[in-house]
């Protein structure tokens, strides 16, 4: 017993003790960016993997919970106002929808239990009418697709194609701080680990033998009695609950949630992303989800620092992402009381206006 929990127990000792004390604050946030993507990729190994159900639409899920957190963050800067995107886009008073989201419980539990109650509505339709293979795959991807235009198209309500941005405290706590960010980190981290476990003793319990038998032979799981519709839906349903918790983590850590942050393509991403480290096996879809993110941010970065130099310009201090680029980039400005010269919309700017190129 000992030996089968030592892997688990030294990555687990790695990441919440030796990461904060070895990582400067802005590598500690991109390591937190990468642990939420390894919750839904952990969700996406367990219905795809274990389940046989290739959803490529988490992104939705991902979203749910991500607005979520979103909306109850821009209400509470907002104190009792609009939230600014409301303003620039002519709304003159708060959206119905919006009033509950002021409550952080409330909040909290919508990020979770929406995803879950869509997965179990959207489930309980189509496995009942025996919707599988690629017929299902293609399902959820359209409703990623349908998502996002359905964010697009309310401006007013969901910030539209920019998204929600510029978020400074949470619970009280200045999100610009490194200990808040190491906290939140230790959250991620903690979650991720408790998650991890708790899938796992669901795999290797009766259900989870049953979740694969369903897999490799439904038809003949049903004609022994069992509803395979219902095993499927409450696996989907799991899986989306995962994603919606990581989409309210990463809002926090990040500081952006978007509609490009949950449609077609990263989707598709995190379906790799387990493919690659193994769609069999939880530990290989966690890994492959923070192998994934670390190369593509690295790529991201190289194509960006040579679109930064059409003119022969050097690269900017303020263009790197994150707290140690806006330090940066209000020293090059004139000081702590300088606006950041982040290309992006810099999250620590307490204008959060920031896009110029000086």
């Known amino acids: 017993m000992i030996k089968r929990h030592l892997p688990f127990a030294t990555v687990a000792v790695i990441a919440l003790v030796a990461a904060p004390l070895l990582l400067e604050p802005f590598r500690l946030g991109l390591l937190a960016k990468y642990l939420c993507y390894a919750i839904v990729a952990l969700g996406i190994g367990l219905a795809w993997g274990k389940g046989g159900m290739l959803t490529l639409g988490q992104g939705v899920f991902f979203g749910l919970g991500g607005y979520s957190m979103a909306m109850y963050l821009k209400l509470t800067e907002a104190e009792g106002g609009l939230p600014d995107f409301m303003?620039?886009?002519?709304?003159?008073?708060?959206?119905?929808?919006?009033?509950?989201?002021?409550?952080?419980?409330?909040?909290?539990?919508?990020?979770?239990?929406?995803?879950v109650i869509l997965a179990v509505v959207l489930g309980t339709l189509v496995f009942r009418q025996r919707v599988r293979g690629a017929y299902f795959a293609i399902l959820t991807q359209a409703l990623a697709a349908a998502m996002v235009i359905l964010l697009v198209g309310q401006q007013g309500l969901t910030g539209g194609t920019n998204g929600m941005t510029n978020f400074f405290e949470l619970f009280g706590q200045d999100l610009a701080e490194d200990s808040t960010q190491r906290g939140l980190y230790l959250v991620v981290a903690g979650v991720l680990g408790v998650l991890y476990l708790a899938t796992r003793q669901l795999v290797n319990s009766r259900y989870g033998r049953l979740l694969v038998a369903v897999r490799d032979g439904e038809d003949r799981v049903r004609f022994l009695g069992y509803d395979p519709a219902l095993v499927k839906t409450v696996t989907f349903a799991a899986s989306a609950g995962m994603a919606g918790l990581a989409g309210a983590l990463f809002v926090p850590v990040v500081g952006i949630i978007s509609p490009a942050l949950l449609g077609v393509v990263p989707s598709l991403e995190l379906v790799v992303a387990v493919a690659v480290g193994g769609r069999h096996v939880l530990a290989g879809a966690v890994l492959g989800a923070v192998v994934i993110g670390v190369r593509q941010d690295r790529v991201q970065r190289a194509v960006r620092r040579r679109l930064a130099l059409p003119a022969g310009r050097p690269v900017h201090p303020g263009h790197d992402p994150g707290l140690q680029g806006h330090r940066r980039g209000r020293a090059n400005r004139g000081g702590e009381a300088a606006q950041c010269s982040s290309y992006v919309t810099c999250r620590w700017c307490?204008?959060?206006?920031?896009?110029?190129?000086?």
């Open 87 to 115: 303003v620039w886009s002519g709304v003159e008073e708060l959206p119905a929808l919006w009033v509950p989201f002021a409550n952080p419980v409330f909040a909290l539990s919508m990020a979770v239990l929406g995803p």
């Open 350 to 358: 307490s204008t959060g206006s920031a896009r110029s190129t000086a």
